[in-house]
């Protein structure tokens, strides 16, 4: 094994990973340390993304989602079904499999790519070198010319309610329940809250998720936040806002959570307790005193918009670093950090940086919300369009939620676009191209979608912007 190279990678989520692949690609000598393995005891590159974050809980999500369309949807459309019963182990199962195939996948990509694949820690030293300890104790001393940090993020966990073996678990462990849990408590209603929060309950959990704020969703824009609430109290989620969990223990086989809200101190029994309020950057033995890199107060590393670190040629990416806590925004720090050591000059557009939550129906946005350009005082148009009117989402019997498009006012240039409705994922990515493109809403309402699709939505909604679109009546000449 060389011991020099021109780039050591440190993490193999999405952001590392992105970055040693573009690396090598680029003709760099490159290698990749992660500590991660995989249930079947071998490394499992891919991070929390592949092993424990997005990939297992839309397997889940998807499949939850086919369980309760059959059960509860299918006869609309006049598919008449009986005994349509979950089979949880094989439902985990064909998950792990998946992840398996993903993380796998990734191995493959080095090898492919040229990448030297270290399992095991790394640890930045002073001057660019790196302690890298394999899986079995042995250490090396590697020298590199440049470093990129990923070593990305973990659970935060709450004094209140302490972790247990099965029963008090954070994000990793409810996507491990061996059964569908009668009575499910989750400690935040946020997107994971939200995400597990959905797959449980579609799979017969009933499911209370205990909220700190008393605003709902408080980065996506208002009016959106508020049909999704609206939308998940329907499905059976019980939202309760404002409350201040003060604890939770085992008893008997049970949880018993107490929380605070306006109205005084209440309790909650329930099988399986849910901890999930937020993640925070992982830094554990990352960085000798002297390597020269710095933590802000909340401990993420600290970079400049290009993601260099305090210390020469030491950079750092994806969700151990300021911005959103998503898998696409640390891949493209990744690739833009390999391209700027070749010598390129890329940057990330931090203002176009989509957010997804993948409930049924999805929400999803980009750019500003409506509270923010009122805060801002910009003036702004806003358009909207409801998927009741759309005739694709009436054909898949899929009309919940709308799109809404914030423009400014002068010029009519995008500024935000919020979406919750079927395939929401799916339909922010032409808000992001349009809005990388600087696209005026005109231009959306100029460009041709084809018919029927969901997309539609979005094209009415742009053309609602100038107060013209044709599925909706609006009395104004214009
Ligand atoms: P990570 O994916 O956390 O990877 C870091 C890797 O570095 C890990 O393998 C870790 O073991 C390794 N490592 C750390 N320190 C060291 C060290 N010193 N030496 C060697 N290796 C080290 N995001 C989305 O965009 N979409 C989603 O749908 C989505 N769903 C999610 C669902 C859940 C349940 C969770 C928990 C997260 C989800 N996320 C989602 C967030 C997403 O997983 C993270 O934003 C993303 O994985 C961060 O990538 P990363 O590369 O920065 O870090
Ligand atoms: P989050 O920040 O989305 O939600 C945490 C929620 O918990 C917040 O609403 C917060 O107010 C609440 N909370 C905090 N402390 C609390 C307490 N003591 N009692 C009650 N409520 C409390 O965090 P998350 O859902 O844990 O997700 C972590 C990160 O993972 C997020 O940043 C997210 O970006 C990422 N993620 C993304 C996706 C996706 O892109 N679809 C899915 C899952 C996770």
């Not at 993490?11 to 003709?27: D, K, N, S, T």
């Not at 195939?101 to 191995?107: E, H, I």
């Not at 000798?288 to 909340?298: A, F, H, M, T, W």
Request: aromatic share 6%.
């Amino acid at each position: 094994m060389s011991e020099n190279y021109d780039v050591i990678v440190i993490g193999a989520g999405p952001a590392g990973y992105h970055a040693a692949i573009r690396c090598a690609q680029l003709g760099l000598e490159t290698a990749c340390i992660d500590k991660s393995i995989g249930k079947s005891g071998d490394p499992a590159y891919g991070g929390t993304c592949l092993n424990w974050g997005c990939i297992p809980s839309k397997a889940l999500l998807d499949a939850s989602h086919k369980f309760e369309d059959a059960q509860k949807h299918f006869s609309e459309i006049g598919i008449n079904v009986s005994g349509v019963e979950v089979d949880v182990a094989a439902m985990m199962a064909r998950k792990d499999q998946v992840v398996q195939g993903l993380t796998s996948g990734v191995a493959g990509l080095f090898k492919g790519n040229g990448v030297t694949d270290l399992p095991g820690r790394g640890k930045l030293l002073a001057g660019c070198q790196v302690e890298y300890t394999s899986h079995g104790g042995e250490q090396q001393i590697l020298e590199a010319e440049h470093v990129i940090l990923a070593p990305g993020s973990v659970p935060v966990e709450i004094d209140p309610a302490p972790l247990t073996d099965h029963l008090i678990v954070d994000s990793t462990g409810a996507l491990e329940f061996q059964s569908v849990p009668e009575r499910l408590g989750v400690i935040g209603a946020g997107v994971i809250g939200l995400e597990l929060g959905s797959v449980w309950n579609r799979l017969g959990s009933e499911v209370v998720l205990l909220e700190a704020l008393e605003e709902f969703l408080p980065m996506a824009d208002e009016r959106i936040a508020r049909d999704s609430l609206k939308l998940f109290a329907n499905q059976g989620l019980d939202i309760r806002l404002g409350t201040r969990v003060i604890g939770a223990k085992v008893d008997a086989g049970a949880v018993l959570v107490s929380y605070q809200d306006g109205d005084g101190e209440h309790s909650l029994e329930v099988d399986k307790l849910i901890v999930a309020v937020g993640r925070r950057p992982y830094t554990e033995d990352l960085l000798s005193p002297d390597c020269g890199v710095n933590l802000d107060e909340r401990g993420f590393l600290c970079v400049n918009d290009l993601c260099a670190t305090d210390a020469p040629r030491v950079y750092a990416v994806g969700d151990v670093v300021r911005g959103p806590m998503l898998a696409h925004k640390g891949m493209e720090e990744g690739i833009m950090v390999a391209e700027r050591i070749a010598g390129q000059k890329p940057s990330v557009n931090y203002d176009c940086v989509p957010s997804v939550i993948y409930t049924h129906p999805e929400v999803a946005w980009v750019g500003k919300t409506e509270q923010e350009l009122k805060a801002s005082g910009d003036t702004y148009n806003v358009g909207t369009f409801p998927f009741a009117a759309s005739g694709r989402a009436l054909a898949a019997n899929d009309t919940g939620g709308m799109v809404k498009i914030l423009a400014d006012a002068e010029s009519d240039r995008v500024l935000g676009v919020h979406v919750v409705g079927p395939q929401a994922s799916e339909l922010i990515a032409q808000a992001v191209i349009a809005m990388e493109f600087d696209a005026c809403a005109e231009d959306l309402g100029l460009t041709m979608f084809a018919h029927p699709t969901l997309g539609e939505a979005v094209h009415e909604a742009a053309l609602g912007v100038a107060g013209h679109a044709i599925h909706m009546v609006n009395r104004k000449k214009r």
